[in-house]
């Protein structure tokens, strides 16, 4: 099978949308397809689009957003189209909405993407200070991409279900299939097993991945480890991807900063702190789906998090982690993290359990499997 990979970035760059690209393209490769990459387009878009932007900024404080204009989306069709006039490919699959909108072509176009625009809208923060305008074209941008598209797919039932929704899609062109981790590793159950035996229950350890702390709920996390010092289980927090607002924070609170996947240091350094700990601890006020939490799987890690947009189809209660209300108290997570570690044994399970969820559903190999049968049903 051969396909185009459509974006309008490098797909072969790792620091692309947390490396889901490169990881995907890898695996789909490794399924014996052949992959063809259609990507770094370019456009200029006209002064007048730029000087719009600039004016609506100043006088109402949203933004226009030249990813959503249709001259820009137009172009973008057609330096895929001129690429694929040169290609013979029996499918394309595109993780963005932008490059396929206004794409016309023989072959079929499969959209395997995290989450649609209208969903985003009143969840996700950046996407709230659009202008009407904007968020007029988003949705007209997204309505005629999924018209032209055989297949969209998405990592989690909460995706799927607003591409019929909100945007009228039939279902039978809809599936689920979750993202697998992005992350190098070649873990076997006994290297868990391993890994479970430098885990002691005397001093609970969470690692909090993410670059936006309120987003990602950072402050529950330092409350959390915070209520639980006070109750006399001792704790230690690693913070990766940002920085807490405040500088007064206890001593068991170790702030990491961005580290970079690029580098073989950075590399390590992850795979380090994804080993140590206890929990993957982000409980996310908004999020589309959480690669994260299937990285933390593929250490055995289990994950604390809360049931808000795709995360329900990633992490499963006492399977591989728990989920929790966003307006949950502090006791609730404090009760339930000093039981697992009096009852160590259960704690063991979970992380054990949690492997398994990546092995058999939270990795790109699985992914990419399922995907390879889906496109050649339609093509």
């Not at 001792?234 to 924070?249: M, R, T």
Request: overall charge positive; aromatic content about 10%; charged content about 20%.
């Amino acid at each position: 099978m051969k396909i185009a990979y459509v974006t309008t970035y490098d797909a072969q760059d790792i620091n692309q949308w947390s490396g889901t690209p490169y990881h995907m393209t890898q695996a789909l490769e490794a399924e014996a397809i052949q992959v063809s990459y259609l990507g770094s387009l370019t456009t200029v878009p006209p002064p007048s689009s730029r000087m719009k932007q600039l004016w609506t900024r100043i006088t109402q404080g949203q933004r226009e957003s030249l990813r959503f204009s249709k001259a820009v989306t137009q172009d973008y069709a057609a330096q895929v189209a001129k690429k694929l006039a040169q290609l013979e490919v029996d499918a394309i699959i595109a993780p963005q909405i932008n490059p396929i909108a206004y794409l016309d072509c023989k072959q079929p176009i499969i959209l395997w993407t995290d989450a649609l625009y209208a969903a985003l809208l009143g969840f996700y923060p950046p996407s709230s200070h659009l202008s009407a305008l904007a968020v007029k074209q988003a949705n007209q941008l997204t309505a005629e991409a999924l018209s032209r598209c055989s297949l969209a797919i998405f990592p989690s039932d909460w995706a799927a279900r607003s591409a019929w929704e909100l945007y009228g899609i039939r279902k039978e062109k809809v599936k689920v299939v979750p993202f697998g981790a992005n992350i190098d590793c070649q873990h076997s159950l006994s290297d868990i097993k391993e890994l479970l035996k430098t885990r002691q229950p005397e001093k609970l350890k969470f690692l909090f991945i993410g670059r936006e702390w309120e987003i990602k709920g950072g402050d529950t996390v330092l409350r959390v480890a915070q209520a639980l010092h006070a109750r006399g289980q001792a704790v230690e927090v690693d913070i990766v991807g940002c920085y807490p607002p405040s500088q007064n924070l206890p001593s068991y609170i170790n702030c990491h900063g961005f580290i970079s996947k690029r580098s073989p240091e950075g590399r390590t350094k992850l795979k380090t702190l994804l080993a140590k700990a206890h929990f993957l601890f982000v409980p996310s006020r908004a999020e589309c789906f959480g690669l994260v939490f299937a990285e933390a799987n593929a250490f055995g890690l289990p994950c604390l998090t809360t049931y808000v947009g795709g995360i329900s189809t990633v992490v499963k209660d006492n399977i591989n982690g728990m989920t929790f209300s966003q307006q949950a108290p502090v006791e609730d997570y404090c009760d339930y993290l000093i039981h697992l570690m009096q009852n160590y044994s259960q704690y063991e399970a979970l992380a054990l359990s949690s492997f398994h969820e990546y092995e058999t559903r939270l990795n790109w190999n699985v992914a990419t499997r399922q995907v390879k049968r889906l496109i050649q049903e339609v093509i």
